[in-house]
């Protein structure tokens, strides 16, 4: 049997070409992965890309209760953007739908990146991400907002608006976007987006750099196992190891 340690319910945005793959990557021998989509439409303004995150959301509870049809263990929202969309609080907001619809701990890549940051005891950080200005200086407040003391000291975001363009990013560019807005004062870095390829640079960057690596699939995956209650993941950076 499949997922005999434990199974994961994962709610992807339709377009999201990245995190499915890297989780599969990650994921322990015993636990399975299952997905469910919400649908993320083409847009062509910013103001179109919030609408469009407000809608795919309205979707969550139908996911969920596909997928509680496999009786996992937990289930993730996995969109960092759509659950930070509406403030600090929305990202817990997410996963008490999820959790009320399928009867299972909800929880979303938002209160991941969270509790990723505050059990690596990070204040001052730096933030890559491929999103667009607008959606980046949302999550900007929204984390210095929902973690008292935290600071974002620089940032940087590509200007991408669909998905599908985030999703073609090689690892490469995650890396030299981190590098290039990495300052001494840093205590951390942050690299968001669930659907922009960064698990196979995350040990390099942080060798490199001398500071611990949160990436959005990352500590995703982390929580998730964390609920689980299934340890035993290497090579995708210090994070793990808490």
């Not at 509680?68 to 969109?79: D, F, G, H, L, N």
């Not at 600071?151 to 669909?162: A, C, D, F, P």
Request: charged share 25%.
């Amino acid at each position: 049997m499949y997922g005999w340690r434990g199974k994961i319910g994962l709610i992807v945005p339709s377009s999201n070409t990245v995190c499915e793959e890297e989780f599969y990557r990650m994921l322990p021998e015993g636990v399975s992965l299952h997905t469910a989509r919400v649908f993320n439409p083409v847009v062509e303004t910013e103001k179109e890309k919030e609408a469009a995150m407000m809608g795919m959301n309205t979707e969550i509870e139908r996911a969920a209760r596909e997928l509680s049809s496999v009786e996992p263990t937990v289930i993730i929202y996995a969109c960092t953007t759509g659950s930070f969309i509406k403030g600090p609080g929305y990202d817990r907001e997410v996963g008490e739908r999820i959790k009320k619809e399928a009867g299972v701990p909800g929880i979303s890549t938002s209160s991941a990146v969270i509790q990723a940051l505050r059990t690596l005891n990070l204040h001052k950080i730096v933030l890559a991400s491929p999103y667009n200005q607008q959606i980046g200086k949302k999550e900007k407040v929204f984390l210095e907002k929902a973690i008292p003391g935290l600071t974002i000291l620089k940032e940087k975001h590509l200007g991408l608006l669909n998905a599908l363009d985030k999703g073609c990013l090689p690892p490469a560019d995650a890396y030299r976007t981190a590098r290039e807005i990495d300052i001494a004062e840093a205590e951390g870095i942050f690299i968001s987006c669930t659907n922009f390829r960064t698990i196979e640079i995350i040990e390099s960057l942080e060798a490199d750099t001398g500071k611990p690596v949160v990436t959005s699939n990352q500590a995703s995956l982390w929580l998730a196992l964390k609920e689980i209650g299934v340890g035993g993941v290497k090579g995708y950076g210090e994070l793990f190891h808490h």
